[in-house]
């Protein structure tokens, strides 16, 4: 079955969103990552969508509900990367990613999350 | 694209003679999948990119389009989307007509208020959309059908 690819870098979870994702993969990300906080322990969760270039409802909805469970389990959940034109959107639509730490790339995102990346 | 099975009128609407005269192509897809989702974002996309819209109209019309064809699914028991070409003399359009033979929306009113849902989604897919694009229209009769129209215009 198709999956996005979680990577695990200490006590961090990294996770590079490349395709269009249709609902169904949406879904599957949001269990894998929610699965993967708990077996592996992590601390932070950095999802990169600078690839993406287009956020709807589902796939923000997805991204919220990933960081509230992600705050349960006690793990930091940082979006970085997000292109100009898709938060121009989501805005307008009427989404605002309440509760979603955000960072303008990996860099910024791992600093959030306490890691300095050298 | 065009298939037997989508020729036939889903639903009656006067939404599909929509600027009739302007019309310089119409291409029809299906709707059934999730899959069938992210194919009308990439054709639309494709679309817009050919018409020369900004990248951020067409990240609005593409997602507006994800948001109908969702709702086309999911309430309307799926159906097809037509992707119209227009020229109305002064400017280049790209349109979108989402037609479904479901139940209908009862109230269309509250169901273009932002948060209101009867699908356990954040109620953003109507209301929302109509803030993404130039032109937008809803024909809905109870256990016919409904038909959306969006329309983007190259500004």
Do not use: C
């Not at chain 1, 990577?7 to 969103?17: E, F, N």
């Not at chain 2, 699908?119 to 109870?142: A, H, M, N, T, Y």
């Amino acid at each position: 079955m198709e999956r996005i690819p979680i990577l695990r870098m200490g006590d961090l979870l990294l996770v590079t969103i490349q395709v269009d994702m249709h609902d169904r993969l949406a879904m599957q990300l949001q269990d894998d990552l929610t699965q993967r906080i708990v077996s592996d322990s992590a601390k932070g969760v950095l999802i990169d969508i600078s690839a993406l270039d287009l956020v709807d409802s589902f796939i923000g909805r997805m991204i919220s509900n990933t960081a509230a469970m992600a705050r349960v389990l006690d793990a930091r959940t940082v979006v970085v990367g997000m292109q100009p034109a898709v938060a121009i959107t989501l805005v307008e639509l009427g989404l605002t990613l309440h509760g979603v730490q955000t960072a303008l790339n990996v860099e910024k995102g791992m600093a959030l999350l306490g890691k300095s990346y050298r | 694209m065009v298939d037997a099975q989508t020729q036939t009128v889903l639903f009656e609407t006067p939404l599909l003679e929509h600027r009739r005269a302007q019309r310089t192509g119409r291409v029809t897809l299906r709707l059934r999948s999730d899959e069938d989702v992210v194919g009308v974002r990439k054709q639309v996309r494709e679309r817009a990119v050919a018409i020369g819209l900004s990248l951020v109209d067409q990240t609005k019309l593409v997602t507006a389009a994800s948001e109908l064809a969702r709702n086309t699914i999911k309430y309307g028991g799926g159906g097809e989307v037509h992707l119209d070409a227009f020229d109305d003399g002064a400017r280049l359009g790209v349109g979108l007509l989402f037609v479904d033979a479901g139940q209908g929306i009862p109230n269309i009113e509250s169901a273009l208020r932002d948060g209101f849902t009867t699908g356990g989604g954040l109620g953003l897919g109507l209301g929302g959309s109509k803030r993404l694009v130039d032109e937008f229209d809803i024909d809905s009769r109870p256990k016919e059908g409904t038909a959306v129209l969006i329309i983007k215009w190259k500004r």
